[in-house]
């Protein structure tokens, strides 16, 4: 075996000898010291790097430094592409960069054990060096290729999101000797990247300086392991908290193979023994230097309120916000940060983290704040209001509810690098969480709008329960401590219902929603309904400022018109909804809940009302007020749509509000669950044939059901009611032409079809043309000869998320 050994050793030292030494190889370079020393041959552009142990394992996290600049395309500054777990392998004359498979392993004292898990699943190979030098044990590669590879998979995304195709041209790439650093446990190298090609779409069109290429910067980070101190916690549905997931084959047979651990920051009381102390080290996140005021005080402000959550967990002065240090890296691993992200028009933030594979140990947190969504906000105050005309227009009011939004932004986008997850059902408990997606809360009451409570001021009860939950140390009893936690916030009617849950616009639980407010969801949108009626009917040229073009008014009558989207999604999930929670045995929560028949119709009835003619009528004197685009301004997404070409089209604006109604109505999940739930129980369900009737009833057989009620209406208002039920017709094919739905739900809207045909050969002489081609409709459908191609749809200018373009300028040291 001695022998055995020497071998290899004189074979390794045969191999290195026949290399230069690193010191005689790199005479002239450039050389910085740190975790990983590398090398700068400035005369030729080549990086080396020394690896001094072989088999060692570190984290590699790759970013976009330097970005694109279009959230359509979503390749934005700061951008975190990956983190893996790596080591350096020789293999002959190569050294190889393997990635480890830890989503397979065995958590075993038994080496053995631990290897043929690692033996049973694949490995990846991130990329192959070539040696150049080698010294004693130290061995030089050259990582040239490496860094100036298409690390992000930019190329990638560019074809995905049909923007052209694009490589890297070597010629014009480079690293970044000045942009890199070394320090002791972690290693920062950059690149200058430009890609060639030809662009295909507008949106690359339409941030880059010329269609053929574009230059983006990316860095490659070698951090140092964490060490053995930090304790995993268990992941738990019930308590907010993202999971970090693999499968230990070593787990004994009667436990999960699947382990679940939370992601989490590491915070350790100084003094255990104390209820309230210190940290260690606390957390402490960084500001973006480039941050204009007031924005920046909103962010430190918002972001600040997480300090009370971590007393609630036992904790002083463990969480602290400040500016990032004048020279200080945002990306540098040892820096919490909050970017303030640039794109050409308004896109998501978001709070990503590098988090150790292993554990779930959040190591760092990365915010990115895009920093157009303050103005939708503006935005949306202006038309509440409507100020300008006046003598005093409330300027402040509608900045500090813009700077509200800031703050509450900057505490929901670190909630999620503490390691939370949205909870969108506390806006039905009373904002009970900066992890939902907060609609202003309008009040209104004698004519007035009041925005004075617009964002909620603070941290909420649930994210001091999660914090607590999630960080809080116990020297004993941890399950039942943690159990005993979770308790209190039923008994504070406190609880968690997430994405999953609420994104989908089929989903079924009434109360967890998107940017909606309120407990009843009817109520509220009726409530909406009712405020947007207001707004409309005294919406002029008030809502813009003087020397504005009059058709910019526009823009501000888009957020109006449709300030109800939201309530629709969330009143419609009333239907065939289900209560439920995340519900484990024997927590005594409840598990499931039908929603009674009167519930069901007052959703159903508020969200007819959203398609009444006259909620979706605009007054002549506004539409007067708008003139075809102005020269120099042209449509946008943030617009609608028109069907008459140049001019403002009052009736494409209406067709797009009524089809978000309409798509939530004869959604075909939403569509099947009424079938099934009325099966379960047929006296308090009302089932989909009921709920298509009433929706046809209100529709298009209203002259019929109700011919008083049409009758009031206005010349306009009965054109809008066409076409609502040419809508309401064209969804009813969808549905009854379905592939996804059971059955049942084509059966039964096909006999809906039945009906209408039936009463439209009734009275179709009254209404002419407009009958008789609803008749005509469903006659082509029932023959084979329909095929479901309607009129273009009209695509509703950008919803989510509440921000906005550039319309608007907030006051600030600089624009945003």
Known sequence: MRIFFLLIFFTQLSVYSQNPTIESFTKGFQKKNGFID??????????????????????????????????????DRGQIGGTRIIKFVKKGPKVLMVQPNYKYRAVSYNNEEVKSVSDAFAKSTIWGFKVVASSNQSILIDATEFILRDSHMISARLIQRNQGDFEIDNSSSSFESSLSKNFPLNTELESYLTFRGKAKGSWLLSVSPNSESFSVRTRHSFISLPDEGYKPRKFDP?????????????????????????????????????????????????????????????????????????????????FQIKVLPEGADMLDVRYNVIQ??????????????VVDPRTGEIIKGHVSLGSLRVRQDYLIAEGLLRPYGKENHPDDLMKEMAIKRLRQLSAHEIGHTLGLSHNFISSARGRKSVMDYPHPLIKFSENKIDLSDAYDDGIGDW???????????????????????????????????????????????????????????????????????????NFLDNAIKPGEPMSSIEEVLVPMYLLHR??????????????????????????TKLLSKEQQNKALKSLLNSIHPKNLSLPEQLIKLIPPRAFGYPRTRETFKSRNGLTFDYLA????????????????????????????????????????????????????????????????QKEISKMINYNVLNHLFILASSKKTHEEVNAITYSILRKITSELEKYKSQNGHHYDYLAHKIEKFFSGDYELDFQEELKPPDGSPIGSGDHLHLSCESEL
């Open 38 to 75: 590398y090398y700068w041959d400035d005369d030729k552009g080549r990086l080396y790097i020394e690896v001094k142990e072989l088999e060692k394992e570190f984290l590699y996290v790759n970013y976009l430094s330097a970005g694109v600049g279009s959230n359509d395309i979503g390749l």
């Open 238 to 318: 019930r308590a907010g908290y993202g999971a970090m997931t693999f499968y230990d084959y070593a787990s004994p047979i009667e436990d999960d193979l699947h382990v679940k651990y939370i992601r989490r920051h590491r915070l350790i009381k100084k003094y255990p023994e104390k209820e309230v102390s210190e940290a260690v080290e606390p957390i402490i996140y960084y500001l973006d230097r480039g941050v204009p005021e007031p924005v920046k005080s909103a962010l430190l402000d918002g972001g600040a309120w997480w300090n009370e959550a971590f007393e609630a967990a036992g904790f002083k002065n463990a």
């Open 340 to 353: 303030w992200v640039h794109r050409s028009t308004r896109g998501w933030s978001y709070g990503s983290s």
């Open 463 to 537: 994210d001091k329960l999660a914090i607590n939950w999630g960080y809080r140390e116990f020297s004993s009893n941890e399950n039942s401590g943690l159990e005993k936690i979770l308790q209190e916030g039923y008994d504070d009617d406190i609880y968690f219902i997430t994405d999953q849950d609420s994104r989908p616009l089929g989903s079924a639980h009434p109360r967890a929603h998107l940017w909606d407010n309120s407990y009843d969801a009817a109520d509220e949108l009726n409530r909406m309904l009712d405020i947007r009626r207001y707004v409309l009917d």
């Open 566 to 591: 939201y309530q629709i999604e969330a009143a419609s999930k009333v239907l065939g909804g289900l209560e439920y929670n995340y519900a484990l045995k024997g927590d005594g929560q409840l598990i």
């Open 653 to 716: 604006a209406a067709e797009t509000a009524t089809n978000l109604t309409l798509k939530m109505l004869f959604n075909t999940d939403r569509a099947s669950r009424l079938v099934t739930l009325g099966a379960r129980d047929k006296k308090s369900q009302p089932g989909l044939e009921n709920i298509l009737n009433q929706i046809v009833n209100e529709t298009i057989l209203k002259e019929i059901t109700d011919k008083s009620d049409y009758e009031r209406l206005s010349n306009v």
